[in-house]
């Protein structure tokens, strides 16, 4: 009966032992949840200054584009969907219309 006692409490002990490294565990998921929760936000939060030089930059690449294709045309090439990149005579109503959009 003592060795069967014995058995039982060393169990007991490794349950034990085992529920305290459980707990432990437990703790750090939660940590490295909070620290995930935490780094997200840092990824996707942009600052103002940010966003106002993205506008920035994506209005200047615009600008640029438009000079370029207005460039183009007044070398003479269509920069219409249609005939784009061929020789133009005289004028195109799409390519007009084209570099009228704003």
Do not use: P, W
Not at 15 to 37: A, T
Not at 51 to 78: C, D, M, P, W
């Amino acid at each position: 009966m003592g060795q069967l006692y014995q058995a039982i409490t060393e169990v007991e002990e490794n349950i034990s032992r085992l529920l305290g490294e459980v707990k432990s565990l437990r703790q750090y998921v939660e940590y490295l949840e909070e620290e995930n929760v935490s780094l997200k936000r840092q990824l996707c939060a942009v600052s103002e200054a940010d966003t106002e030089r993205v506008q920035k930059n994506a209005a200047r690449i615009q600008k640029e584009a438009h000079e370029n294709l207005e460039k183009l045309y007044s070398e003479g090439f269509h920069i219409c969907h249609i005939y784009f990149g061929e020789n133009l005579e005289g004028s195109c109503l799409f390519c007009n219309a084209f570099l009228r959009k704003d």
